[in-house]
T-cell receptor, first 110, second 113 residues
Framework: DTAVSQTPKYLVTQMGNDKSIKCEQNLGHDTMYWYKQDSKKFLKIMFSYNNKELIINETVPNRFSPKSPDKAHLNLHINSLELGDSAVYFC?????????FGQGTRLTVV | DQQVKQNSPSLSVQEGRISILNCDYTNSMFDYFLWYKKYPAEGPTFLISISSIKDKNEDGRFTVFLNKSAKHLSLHIVPSQPGDSAVYFCAAITTSGTYKYIFGTGTRLKVLA
């Protein structure tokens, strides 16, 4: 009964490929996020959705396209993957002041 | 521009002693602060939080102190246990408008048995 689950946990792919990471939350939260943790371990917000609507887009390249089919899901699609996209991507959800995070997806672009 | 800073990348403490993790922020509009704990290969897990209208919040072995005038908060863990060894992230949000969590860079705590 994982609260925020994301798949896959690991993803290794070649430059130029397109890939998706899925996220689902069963907490009934209205707001979902994607965060990126880079090689320096900074946790930076990428996107935030509230009730399926985009509310935060932190100047992320438009190769990254979030999709929220319903408020329990926020998927991240990445086109034309680059070496610099290698990072750990965390999905999160919140209602009120606390955010709950998924286990992370380690993306390695080779 | 780092709005939330954790200036100590690592900290080692003997088991049973107090661990003090520090966090500084620059944005006076933040009205809620949180601490998250992260083990390797796992997502951050919520630990404790404090509203900006308070100066202390306690939950078991964990206490967070907030000094608004200094724009500083700290997490005290006492007594420290080996299982507390993890990376601790400080986060801040403004609860008006969008809830955008801004994270510090983390402090790796090692509790020595």
């Amino acid at each position: 009964d994982t609260a925020v689950s994301q798949t896959p946990k690991y993803l290794v792919t070649q430059m130029g490929n397109d890939k998706s990471i899925k996220c689902e939350q069963n907490l009934g939260h209205d707001t979902m996020y994607w965060y990126k943790q880079d090689s320096k371990k900074f946790l930076k917000i990428m996107f935030s959705y509230n009730n399926k609507e985009l509310i935060i887009n932190e100047t992320v390249p438009n190769r990254f396209s979030p999709k929220s089919p319903d408020k329990a899901h926020l998927n991240l699609h990445i086109n034309s993957l680059e070496l610099g996209d290698s990072a750990v991507y965390f999905c999160a959800s919140s209602q009120g002041s606390k955010a709950f995070f998924g286990q992370g997806t380690r993306l390695t672009v080779v | 521009d780092q709005q939330v800073k954790q200036n100590s990348p690592s900290l080692s403490v003997q088991e049973g002693r107090i661990s003090i993790l520090n966090c500084d922020y620059t944005n006076s509009m933040f009205d809620y602060f949180l601490w998250y704990k992260k083990y390797p290969a796992e997502g951050p897990t919520f630990l404790i939080s404090i509203s900006s209208i308070k100066d202390k919040n306690e939950d078991g072995r964990f206490t967070v102190f907030l000094n608004k005038s200094a724009k500083h908060l700290s997490l005290h863990i006492v007594p420290s246990q080996p299982g507390d060894s993890a990376v601790y992230f400080c986060a801040a949000i403004t609860t008006s408008g969008t809830y955008k969590y801004i994270f510090g860079t983390g402090t790796r705590l090692k509790v020595l048995a």
